[in-house]
């Protein structure tokens, strides 16, 4: 609260900095003439022009059209806004405070309270307004359809979305956005929407839960979609036609679905037309896959993975379709597709090794055979994800059904789709581009070395969990530690889990380590000592067990411990830690140890 209270502080100081954006103050719908401003008259502000003599307590002179609205609220609306000009809308927070700088862990929220949707937007036919919201999370009515056409969202327009989260949207076509893509006797543009680092879940429509166009219209990239429900035979994302002219399609205009994942929708995920091209998304564990319906070869599904989607329900082909059909993992009811870049099929029957479909991850022990770690979602992130994982059956990185399958060829010929450069969580993809894995995840191994770390007073001992060191592997199981090494332990007794060796490097040994296979370390000093335990800790894993030279990552452990300050001057707060010992060392020049970025 104290940093909150300060950044707004600022804020007010420094209030000419930002005077031109329009702040929201209220979080009701009201429309009444005073010196607060709603959300519905800030966008009825830049509705009107932005006169220069403000509009019911919102902008002013030199105004200019981003609305802010503050972080972590809820604004509520009892009827839809209709949305007529070119508008940014925005949660705001204090950036300097980077541990809630976190894109999407901040959104301000915008309910319906009544029954309609949420934004209306159609703005005069003569030209294309943009409408670009970031940070805002949008929570449609929650009630049995909530509008015909929309149930948050009626687009009509260019509609720009980015870290944005949409729920509860309920509509006959286009549960969360009805997306018009269409040209008329009065316009000769087509409305598009633009999607990324957002997730859409818990939408409802009887076409199109998550999205309904007239003709594709869309980019969508690095989406979570999840729990959302099209109630017909129909596609969660529905395009009613094909682009209109396949003559003009070229890589800049092509609508793409890419770096994605769906799981637990009902009704199938999207229907692929002519002018759609999906690229590098994962779709597993929903009522139904993929629709083809390409009659000109104009559509695309390639480097996926399409599996355990119902009951012979991963893939559904019209009778003329064409869709060009490169290099994913799919079920066994799917066809080769190309013969160049053919399809692998899964024959597998565990899907994800834990409980459920989301939730923690069994060890490579406890299930050695399901393809995939459940969704989950890591610590200060925003978007989920699922992780493919290596099996013991696999031989090298290149003997698995999704890592390294991305092969380009362009000296074959030249309609293959490549892989995209970045995955869901835009991380790099391989550095040239001539591999990458199927799926919407790319497996990352740590390349350098990752530090570790507490704080003790005597007697007490180090606990902290390290998977979250490990990039997207399994700790290596202590029973095949032996096999693997050609060797026993050369510290004595039996193989820990990881294959965890010690390596010490700047001091001598003073404390006993234990570690598991769901990557639990225990530290235990071995004394009463004052000063710090500092050694590498060699892990073996899931994916360095295949390099022949080295098989380990390495973490940098710090280990500090201290006597119990019986004379703690309480008048000064101090901070540190093991990371804090070891930047005084360094400050000091006692330590020339180069410091790496996680």
């Known amino acids: 609260m104290l940093k909150r209270g300060i950044g707004i502080g600022m804020l007010c100081l420094a209030g000419h900095a930002y005077s031109a954006e329009i702040t929201v103050t209220i979080t009701d719908d009201i429309t009444k003439d005073d010196s607060e401003c709603s959300l519905r008259e800030a966008i009825e502000y830049v509705n009107k022009g932005m006169p220069e003599a403000g509009y019911m307590g919102c902008g002013g002179k030199n ?10 609220k809820t604004y509520t609306l009892n009827a839809k806004v209709d949305v007529k000009a070119s508008l940014a809308l925005k949660t705001y927070y204090d950036t300097t405070v980077t541990e809630e700088a976190i894109a999407g862990l901040n ?70 956005i009805y997306n018009v893509g269409e040209s008329s006797a009065t316009q000769n543009y087509i409305s598009q929407v633009a999607i990324s680092d957002s997730i859409l879940e818990n939408n409802t429509a009887v076409t199109g839960a998550v999205l309904y166009g007239q003709r594709p219209a869309f980019a969508l990239s690095s989406v979570v979609f999840k729990n959302n429900n099209t109630t017909s035979d129909a596609a969660n994302i529905f395009s009613e036609k094909p682009i209109a002219d396949v003559t003009l399609l070229n890589d800049k205009n092509i609508n793409k679905l890419s770096n994605s994942t769906f799981l637990n929708n009902s009704g199938y995920i999207i229907n692929i037309r002519d002018g759609i091209a999906v690229n590098n998304v994962t779709i597993v564990g929903n009522q139904a896959g993929v629709q083809f319906d390409s009659q000109e070869g104009y559509g695309y599904l390639a480097n996926s993975i399409v599996v355990g989607n119902g009951s012979g329900t991963n893939c559904q082909f019209n009778a003329d379709d064409k869709t060009l059909i490169q290099n994913n993992l799919v ?31 069994k060890s490579l022990i406890e299930d050695p055979d399901a393809l995939l770690c459940p969704y989950s979602t890591p610590k200060n992130t925003f978007l989920g994800y699922i992780r493919p994982r290596i099996l013991f059956s696999a031989q090298n990185m290149f003997d698995t059904l999704i890592l390294n399958k991305g092969r380009l060829d362009l000296s074959l010929d030249s309609t293959q789709l490549m892989c995209e450069t970045m995955d869901q969580r835009n991380k790099n993809r391989t550095t040239d581009n001539s591999w990458c894995d199927r799926g919407a995840i790319e497996i990352v191994v740590p390349s350098s070395k ?4 507490q704080d003790l007073k005597v007697g007490e001992v180090a606990k902290l969990n390290i998977l979250e060191y490990l990039g997207d592997s399994d700790l290596y199981p202590k029973e095949k530690c032996e096999s693997l090494l050609n060797m026993k332990n050369p510290a004595g007794g039996e193989w820990q889990d990881g294959c965890a060796y010690i390596d010490q490097t700047l001091t001598k040994s003073k404390g006993t380590l234990t570690l598991d296979i769901d990557g639990n370390l225990v530290y235990t000093p071995n004394g009463n000592w004052h000063g710090a335990d500092i050694f590498n800790l060699q892990i073996v894993t899931s994916s360095t067990h295949f390099n022949e030279n080295k098989k380990y990552i390495v973490l940098e452990a710090y280990m500090v411990q201290e006597p119990n300050n019986e004379f703690e001057d309480k008048s000064v707060k101090t901070s540190g830690g093991a990371f804090g010992f070891f930047s005084l060392f360094a400050v000091l020049g006692l330590v020339g140890i180069r410091r790496f970025k996680k």
């Open 63 to 72: 105004a200019l059209s981003t609305i802010l609205l503050d972080k972590q």
């Open 107 to 176: 959104n301000a929220v915008i309910k319906m309270a009544g029954k309609d949707q949420i934004f209306n937007i159609d703005h005069d036919p003569k030209d294309l307004a943009l409408i670009t919201i970031k940070e805002v999370s949008f929570e449609g009515c929650n009630k049995s359809i909530c509008a015909d056409k929309g149930g948050i969202f009626y687009n009509n327009e260019r509609l720009v979305l980015q870290y944005v989260k949409l729920s509860g949207g309920n509509a006959r076509l286009g549960g969360a």
């Open 331 to 361: 079920g066994n009811e799917c066809k080769s597709g190309d013969a160049k870049y053919p399809n692998e099929f899964w024959g597998g029957s565990k899907l994800f090794a834990g409980n459920s479909s989301e939730g923690s991850c």
């Open 450 to 453: 990752q530090r570790i770390g």
